[in-house]
């Protein structure tokens, strides 16, 4: 299957893909930079989580339990950092058109894609980008460790 399935359904070669992208790829990269913040006595990280991380979605387990993680870490990376002046928050996009082509994911993936796009439309990259600006520039300046709906408000229903 693909990163929408369920858990009954979902491979672990597909769980550790996705966690291998979502999660490790972030560990890795924040492990690389974080040292370099503390020598210049600042920094900011923003991550990409998503709205499946905020409620329940039928993005599928791998996906999801991805996102999550990527709260848990954003979260303590925020707490374990903020005396070396590091703020770290995330950013959790809704459906975003990404140019993902059909095809790349299964017919139960296509699926869910397309009851998404019927319940609410895929925003513009340039939205998730200016969530992504505020929490880097000089305005988020007092923000760390937040997760920023930025899903034209899908995680509150």
Not at 16 to 24: H, P
Not at 89 to 101: D, I, Y
């Given at each position: 299957?693909?990163?929408?399935?369920?858990?009954?359904?979902?491979?672990?070669?597909?769980?550790?893909?996705?966690?291998?992208?979502?999660?490790?790829?972030?560990?890795?990269?924040?492990?690389?930079?974080?040292?370099?913040?503390?020598?210049?006595?600042?920094g900011?990280?923003?991550?990409?989580?998503?709205?499946?991380?905020?409620?329940?979605?039928?993005?599928?387990?791998a996906?999801?339990?991805s996102?999550?993680?990527?709260?848990g870490?954003?979260?303590?990376?925020?707490y374990?950092?903020?005396q070396?002046?590091?703020?770290?928050?995330?950013?959790?996009?809704?459906?975003?058109?990404?140019?993902m082509?059909?095809?790349k994911?299964?017919?139960?993936?296509?699926?869910?894609?397309?009851?998404h796009?019927?319940?609410?439309?895929?925003?513009?990259?340039?939205?998730?980008?200016?969530?992504?600006t505020?929490?880097?520039s000089?305005?988020?300046?007092?923000i760390?460790?937040?997760?920023?709906?930025?899903?034209?408000?899908?995680?509150?229903?």
């Amino acid at each position: 299957m693909d990163d929408f399935s369920p858990i009954h359904e979902v491979s672990d070669e597909t769980l550790e893909r996705v966690f291998n992208v979502n999660v490790f790829g972030l560990i890795k990269l924040t492990r690389a930079v974080v040292p370099f913040m503390i020598e210049h006595g600042h920094g900011s990280i923003v991550n990409i989580a998503s709205e499946a991380a905020l409620r329940g979605s039928s993005a599928g387990l791998a996906y999801t339990a991805s996102k999550n993680a990527v709260v848990g870490v954003t979260k303590n990376t925020a707490y374990m950092y903020e005396q070396h002046n590091i703020r770290v928050n995330a950013v959790a996009p809704g459906g975003t058109l990404t140019g993902m082509r059909p095809g790349k994911v299964s017919a139960f993936g296509q699926t869910r894609l397309d009851e998404h796009v019927a319940d609410a439309p895929l925003a513009l990259p340039e939205a998730l980008a200016a969530s992504i600006t505020f929490l880097l520039s000089r305005d988020g300046i007092n923000i760390n460790g937040a997760v920023l709906p930025s899903d034209g408000g899908e995680s509150v229903y």
